[in-house]
């Protein structure tokens, strides 16, 4: 008897390890990195360029800017993003008008309700998008977030639909456990608001534990709408530059490529 619950013990501890092991990923990031960061903000705001950016730029990190064609930020200083684009930061597909899911955000137009969308529509408006980007930076290659992380137009997903458009895609979502997990085309990402720079450096850690992909959504910083503090994002970029020779941080594009081609 002793013998069959050692030999049950035996066969629940390998079990147990096995999950344990799952946990950790086991991808190859490129040189000595342990894990990646993405530094994506939405919507095209002016405080991109008067604070993140800067901020950015102080720390030699770069980031990716989802715009919308119809950012006044966008059309009143152009000059200022097509100039971020030649020091090595992206910009990324954000749609024209900002269509989302009317039953979750009573802001939404009535026009811009993705239940009323159709597949076509939701396409041509992302095709313009990046025709009028292209005209901003000169590149063909784009990569997309979802506006406030909805994929359906009247119930039926779009992520298949807009593969050939992109290089890769931003959703919402948990740190993955494994690099196997994650969706090019739905890669998740954490939507911050308020957070403190502890925070966010955890929720890099998270990722460097799992050997994984930290991927950040932000929105205002320095002070607006879902905002993260000039300070907390200047603690972020700190932890990230001192330990720049285990955590790859870089644009969404060049991490997304990245994985891709060594898929």
């Known amino acids: ?18 999950h ?40 030699n990190l770069k980031g990716t800017f989802y715009c919308t064609g119809y950012s006044n930020s966008l059309r009143n200083r152009m000059e200022e993003w097509r100039a971020i684009t030649l020091n090595g930061h992206e910009i990324g597909n954000h ?15 009535p026009e811009y309700d993705l239940r009323t969308y159709t597949m076509s529509k939701i396409r041509t408006e992302l095709s313009t998008a990046n025709t009028f980007l292209t005209a901003v930076d000169g590149k063909n290659e784009r990569t997309f977030a979802y ?8 119930n039926i997903s779009f992520v ?13 979502g948990p740190i993955p456990a494994s690099m196997d997990m994650v969706d090019l085309y739905f890669a998740p990402s954490w939507g911050v608001v308020d957070p403190s720079g502890t925070d966010l450096i955890n929720y890099v850690k998270e990722a460097q534990e799992k050997g994984t ?16 503090s000039s300070e907390a994002h200047k603690e972020l970029l700190a932890y990230l530059k001192s330990n720049e020779d285990v955590i790859w941080t870089d644009t969404f594009m060049n991490v997304m490529k990245y994985i891709k081609n060594t898929r």
């Open 1 to 18: 008897m002793k013998a069959i619950h050692l030999f049950i013990f035996c066969i629940l501890v390998s079990i147990s390890s096995l």
């Open 20 to 59: 344990a092991q799952n946990d950790i990923s086991n991808y190859k990031w490129p040189e000595k990195y342990k894990a990646a960061v993405c530094l994506t903000y939405d919507d095209g705001l002016d405080c991109h360029l008067d604070v993140a950016v800067p901020e950015l730029d102080s720390y």
């Open 95 to 109: 749609t024209l008008f900002h269509p989302c899911n009317g039953e979750r955000f009573d802001w939404v137009k």
């Open 147 to 154: 506006t406030c992380s909805d994929f359906e137009v009247n």
């Open 160 to 172: 298949d639909s807009i593969r050939n458009m992109f290089v890769a895609a931003r959703s919402d």
């Open 213 to 228: 992909i930290a991927i950040f959504m932000f929105h205002s910083v320095g002070g607006g709408y879902l905002n993260v």
